[in-house]
């Protein structure tokens, strides 16, 4: 059983806790992720490591609450207790040799670029963070993002906070205006991930995306997290647990991963009302 030893309402849709797990939190390195299991009877959901203290060895996630899982987990408080915390998982996002990096984050995707930023920051690179949200109610993580960027733009799509528009609107403005960057690192939403792999390529800009797909074992055995990667004019299938998260984001085919994310949907939303339901009930 792993403690939970804090506890943080980040939004009214984001919770970030801090679990304790030291053989995790000694090893876990940024853009790795862990797979939980809220009780024995529950569902393996993958979370990314959103940062990690080794000397009170503890490991710090940030969720959304849209499914019956997360729902679950978030109904737990400081003190109790989740039955699995496996990790860590995938491959480390590459930082060596970056001087130079853009990072973009969209919504609960700042929870995963957020270590990312830090990593980066800490290595001595110049970090430009360019983080969206739907709504200033939704905003989350701006203090810790300007602490670790030379420099921080944020937007909200209705405009209610800092500026209006999405994510590409000051991405494209820096590049047309000649701004250079070794790496481009995008993690959020699909649709707005794709759209950032299309505002940088004119400019020949190398994007990483972190994807977070349908994972259930998070050892490539199960094969529901693999993706199709365009390499060399041939489709490549590789798996988000073992390959990834990260992948080359002009390989990525960003319509099939959001066809294949859609699977679930209904399913998820029926199970998220039936426990939302039991809680209220109990």
Do not use: W
């Not at 009877?41 to 203290?53: K, M, Q, S, Y």
């Not at 997290?225 to 390499?231: A, D, H, I, K």
């Amino acid at each position: 059983m792993y403690r939970i030893a804090h506890k943080k309402a980040l939004n009214p849709t984001v919770t970030q806790m801090e679990i304790e797990a030291p053989l995790v939190a000694r090893k876990a390195k940024p853009g790795q992720f862990i797979i939980l299991r809220v009780d024995a009877d529950g569902e393996r959901i993958p979370l990314t490591v959103a940062g990690t203290n080794p000397e009170e060895g503890t490991v710090k996630i940030i969720f959304q609450i849209v499914g019956a899982t997360t729902e679950q987990l978030n109904h737990k408080n400081e003190g109790e207790s989740i039955q699995d915390f496996v990790g860590p998982l995938g491959v480390a996002t590459h930082t060596e040799g970056v001087k130079k990096v853009c990072i973009v984050g969209g919504g609960v995707g700042c929870a995963i670029a957020m270590p990312v930023a830090q990593e980066f920051h800490r290595l001595g690179a110049e970090v430009t963070s360019i983080i969206g949200f739907r709504s200033k109610d939704l905003l989350i993580l701006e203090d810790e993002f300007r602490a670790c960027s030379d420099k921080l733009i944020v937007m909200t799509d209705d405009g209610s906070y800092a500026r209006h528009g999405n994510v590409t609107v000051p991405l494209k403005e820096m590049l047309e205006a000649g701004e250079t960057f070794d790496e481009i690192i995008t993690i959020g939403p699909l649709i707005m991930m794709k759209f950032v792999v299309l505002t940088a390529k004119p400019f020949g800009v190398p994007v990483t995306d972190s994807m977070n797909p349908i994972m259930i074992d998070g050892t490539g055995m199960c094969g529901g997290c693999r993706l199709t990667l365009n390499q060399d004019g041939k489709k490549v299938t590789k798996f988000a647990c073992v390959d990834g998260p990260d992948f080359n984001g002009y390989e990525i085919d960003f319509d099939e991963a959001m066809s294949r994310g859609r699977m679930y949907f209904d399913y998820e939303r029926h199970a998220h009302e039936e426990t939302c339901n039991l809680f209220k009930n109990a």
